[in-house]
């Protein structure tokens, strides 16, 4: 069976990898997305999105923003609060990178780039005017290769990147009750 072909092969799904997809299939070139997670993946994340982000893309975010912020509060074991009015024009967005990164994901897709998730990078090789990528469900070939896995993935030093000095650092993400004020419900973020 021959290797399927792409203009532009996109490893990595989050906003980087999802946004080239987008645009580029809005283009009218044939694209395919990789991720080794099976999404909608769970990731880590303050969550914060600076409102100048939908100036960038002509669709719409709201569906994909959980909440919009206008004052930080910080606490010392939910004590002790103390608040922080933002300085921006327009209240920060918040969001769940699960369901962000699905939804500019879903963008990309409904111009017709294609998706495979569950599907780890394993390897990549150039071919004179193609790239071969090899991956835990088979390889794909694509003129262009775009590597958008992130922090931690492995196409930078496989393309050559000198070593990336790395930090560790811990992250703990919780849930806990936020009362609104306007009208006394409870939600959770
Ligand atoms: C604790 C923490 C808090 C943060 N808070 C914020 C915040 O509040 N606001 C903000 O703007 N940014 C925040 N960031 C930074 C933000 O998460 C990153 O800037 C952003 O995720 C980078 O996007 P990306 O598309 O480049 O890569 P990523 O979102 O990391 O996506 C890379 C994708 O590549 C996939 N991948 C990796 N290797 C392979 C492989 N071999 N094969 C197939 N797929 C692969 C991964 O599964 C992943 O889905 C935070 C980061 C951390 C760690």
């Given at each position: 069976m021959s290797t399927p072909h792409y203009d532009c092969i996109i490893v990595g799904t989050g906003p980087a990898g999802a946004s080239a997809a987008y645009y580029l299939a809005k283009g009218g070139y044939s694209i395919l997305m990789l991720d080794?997670?099976?999404?909608p993946r769970y990731k880590p994340c303050g969550g914060g999105v600076s409102?100048?982000?939908?100036?960038?893309?002509?669709?719409?975010f709201s569906p994909a923003i959980s909440l919009k912020i206008s004052v930080n509060r910080y606490t010392w074991k939910k004590q002790d609060p103390f608040e922080v009015s933002l300085n921006t024009q327009e209240p920060i967005w918040m969001v769940r990178r699960d369901v962000f990164d699905r939804f500019l994901v879903q963008q990309g897709q409904q111009q017709g780039a294609q998706l495979k998730d569950s599907t780890l990078v394993t390897g990549i090789e150039q071919q004179s005017e193609q790239i071969l990528v090899k991956t835990s469900r088979g390889n794909y070939k694509g003129r262009y290769l775009i590597a958008?896995?992130?922090?931690?993935?492995p196409l930078a030093t496989w393309l050559g990147f000198k070593d990336r000095k790395r930090m560790l650092a811990g992250a703990l993400e919780a849930e806990f009750p936020i009362v609104s004020e306007s009208n006394g419900t409870t939600d959770s973020f």
């Open positions: 080794k997670e099976t999404l409102p100048i982000v939908q100036q960038w893309f002509d669709f719409d958008a896995d992130g922090g931690k993935g």
